[in-house]
């Protein structure tokens, strides 16, 4: 797996989000494709997850 994105990774993919909001979101992701490894979760049920923020790149969104 990738390592987490930095600080300023996420600032430049979610300007519009505060600090504390793009670590909830990194952290959403990255729980929701451990599922998705390890066979807890499959690509449908990520699909229809809500994020816990805006996210331009979540597929529902």
Known sequence: ???AKTPDE???MYPDLEP???DE???WHRG???????GGASSEE???AIPPHPDPYHPED
Request: no cysteine.
């Open 46 to 48: 990520y699909y229809a």
């Open 25 to 27: 979101l990194e952290v």
């Open 1 to 3: 797996m990738q390592p």
């Open 20 to 22: 504390w909001q793009r």
């Open 32 to 38: 929701w494709i451990t599922k998705m490894m390890t």
């Open 10 to 12: 996420l600032a430049e």
